[in-house]
């Protein structure tokens, strides 16, 4: 199995669990499509995947910010929060654009939440509330390790 089929089953898995048969599954396919785009990388491949489960439910509404979260601060499926107009037009323009930023987003709170000592789950809670905390159960259920990813590609390994 490719990684773009592992990322495009793990996004169909995810959205029903958190939407049960409300997700849309085209929104589904276009973040597998745009996260297989800006990384290869299987903690971030799962981490953003967790993120639009938690933060979107893959819903079009929120990927198009006809729905905005954090009292319409937060934009886009992985409800990132703008830092100019042009950063806000990117996040709703379209799934692909809006998951450079979130990347960014994540790299960036790992970035500066390693440098405190944190590791682990620890480490996306700059992105999940502003700054970095060893426990925070929103970063927790976000965070990937990418074991699952890479089960999804050894499975099909064994299978031949």
Excluded at 9 to 20: D, R, T, V
Excluded at 63 to 74: E, Q, T, W
Excluded at 151 to 156: I, V
């Amino acid at each position: 199995m490719d990684i773009k089929t592992a990322i495009t089953i793990m996004a169909i898995k995810l959205a029903k669990e958190i939407s049960g048969d409300h997700y849309d599954e085209s929104v589904a396919l276009e973040v597998a499509d745009a996260v297989n785009e800006v990384t290869s990388d299987p903690s971030e491949i799962e981490t953003l995947l967790k993120i639009a489960k938690w933060e979107s439910g893959y819903r079009r509404n929120v990927a198009n910010c006809k729905a905005k979260g954090d009292n319409g601060n937060a934009l886009g499926i992985w409800q990132v929060h703008p830092r100019s107009k042009e950063e806000a037009t990117a996040l709703c323009s379209s799934i692909a654009e809006s998951a450079k930023i979130a990347l960014f987003r994540v790299r960036e709170s790992k970035s500066a939440c390693l440098k405190k000592g944190m590791k682990g789950a620890a480490l996306l809670s700059g992105y999940t509330i502003g700054h970095c905390v060893k426990v925070d159960k929103h970063s927790i259920m976000r965070w990937g390790d990418g074991k699952t990813i890479i089960k999804l590609l050894k499975e099909d390994e064994l299978a031949i």
